[in-house]
């Protein structure tokens, strides 16, 4: 479709846009009137929100707008996982200016779609406002289906730390782009449209996992808010995690150890959890570390990498300066 969405105009975007996503068995009502209505047969709801602003989240000469959905709609459905929650909607908040071309707004209805589907949710509904920068408000939602939420706060000293899905892709994607490059294809990918493993998260739970989050930050970063909320500390070891050839080589292309990547790049969307020692975990589960005891005297909350600090934890505070 050509033009912008200011000569589509409000209306005539949301239709375009609402007339782009399938409904599920968890809606019972859809885009259209006030407000949806999603199912929620366990009698609680699990519900998240980020908001992703251009040029601070992404870059429309580095992503498509497709990509832009797709990433969008993954890191809200992976917080939904992380809970142990089978994600069921997501609402999208899209503030764009009047130039902006509706293709691209129609594109990024498609990502969101997409990605939905790969998770089993759907768009629900949302709002189109008109501003200086496209910024996206996006609220996920899901059903824990009887089984009780995994928190940040029940890991225990003895646990086993174990990691589903891929770990510092993203931020060797992100070093490619920030050089001028597009390849390698897979990592940069990676960046622009992560792949959460969304089954994993409820899996867990009901493995008996008894602390949960998704590594969107970093792995230490976010696994420091699990031992700071559980009360313990965190030790992993380096020689447990994978780190792929190629990625290995971007590091030597660019002067970066690809651990760093691994342990404190962000935006992958790997679900990380605690787990009882003995629990047989799948393949697609990677145990790299466990839950200490503090010392004495000592304030719990630390990850440890070989016992020794992380001084490169990375992390986000949108802020600091």
């Known amino acids: 479709m050509q033009g912008t969405v200011g000569e589509l105009g409000e209306f ?32 609680r709801v699990v519900a998240t929100t980020d908001v992703l602003i251009e040029n601070r989240h992404f870059r429309r000469d580095w992503s498509t707008a497709y990509d832009v959905g797709r990433k969008a709609a993954a890191q809200n459905l992976a ?27 129609t594109e990024l209805m498609d990502g969101l779609r997409d990605e939905c589907q790969v998770a089993g949710a759907t768009v629900v509904g949302g709002d189109v406002v008109r501003g200086d920068t496209v910024t996206l408000a996006i ?47 897979a990592f940069v990918e990676a960046h622009r449209r992560p792949e959460p493993p969304y089954h994993a998260g409820p899996a867990a739970a009901d493995l008996g996992a008894t602390s949960m989050i998704d590594v969107s930050d970093g792995l230490v970063a ?8 559980s009360e313990v500390d965190i030790d992993l070891k380096a020689a447990d995690f994978d780190v792929p050839a190629q990625m290995a080589d971007i590091g030597q292309a660019v002067g970066v ?21 003995g629990v047989q975990l799948p393949s697609r589960w990677r145990v790299v570390g466990e839950v ?14 070989d016992g020794a600090p992380w001084d490169r934890v990375g992390g986000w505070d949108h802020f600091a300066e």
Do not use: C, Y
């Open 12 to 43: 005539g975007l949301i239709r375009e846009l609402t007339a782009r996503v399938p409904l599920t068995d968890a809606v019972d009502l859809g885009p259209g009137d006030d407000a949806a209505v999603v199912k929620a047969p366990d009698g």
């Open 79 to 105: 917080d939904v996982a992380a809970m142990g929650a089978v994600p069921t909607a997501i609402l999208l908040g899209l503030v764009a200016p009047a130039d902006l071309p509706t293709t691209w707004a």
């Open 139 to 185: 609220t996920a939602l899901g059903d824990l289906q009887g089984r009780a939420a995994v928190t940040r706060s029940g890991a225990q000293v003895g646990d086993v730390v174990a990691v589903s899905g891929w770990l510092g892709w993203s931020a060797a994607g992100l070093t490619v782009l920030q050089r001028g490059f597009r390849s390698p294809r």
């Open 222 to 229: 976010d696994l420091g808010h699990v031992a700071r909320a």
């Open 257 to 277: 150890d690809p651990l760093v990547w691994v342990l404190s790049g962000g935006e992958d969307h790997a679900i990380v959890a605690t787990f009882p020692r």
């Open 292 to 305: 200490t005891g503090r010392p004495r005297g000592s304030r719990s909350g630390r990850v440890t990498v």
